[in-house]
């Protein structure tokens, strides 16, 4: 947790505060299947956790303060996985409807040509 005698260097604070909106921001787009969003959101999650996790291993940020934010991300990606499972097998769904509509109108276009000979 985070020492309120000792808080956050101004550095640190953006680099937390830029995760934060990142996660924000992420949240945003798997509420909304914004699927694309997410393509770009996630390209920059690394560049946005290196600050941080160099941060750490020079010891100017608290261990706590990142665990908990990591974590975060780690729920996040999990759910982000589930809902992208749905997705897909949502898409799957429509897609066989599809076909079974199109074969339907083909079939029946079929038989409404033929003519009796």
């Given amino acids: 947790m985070a020492d309120p005698q000792n808080p956050p260097s101004s ?8 995760f ?16 694309d969003a997410l ?11 290196e600050p941080l996790m160099a941060s750490l291993e020079a010891g ?6 990142v665990r908990t ?3 975060e991300l780690r729920q ?3 759910a982000a996985g589930e809902g992208a499972t749905r997705a897909k097998a949502e ?3 429509a897609l066989k409807g599809v076909n079974r509509n199109r074969s339907a109108a ?5 038989v409404s040509t033929t003519q009796p000979k």
Avoid: C
């Fill in 106 to 110: 083909k079939a029946y276009h079929n």
């Fill in 11 to 18: 550095e640190l604070q953006a680099y937390l505060d830029s």
């Fill in 69 to 71: 934010r990591l974590e």
């Fill in 76 to 78: 996040f990606m999990d």
């Fill in 39 to 49: 393509v770009r959101l996630n390209e920059q999650v690394k560049p946005t956790i």
């Fill in 20 to 35: 934060d909106q990142l996660m924000a921001d992420l949240g945003h787009a798997l509420a909304d299947q914004d699927w």
């Fill in 60 to 65: 100017k940020a608290d261990p706590e303060l």
């Fill in 91 to 93: 898409a799957e769904q």
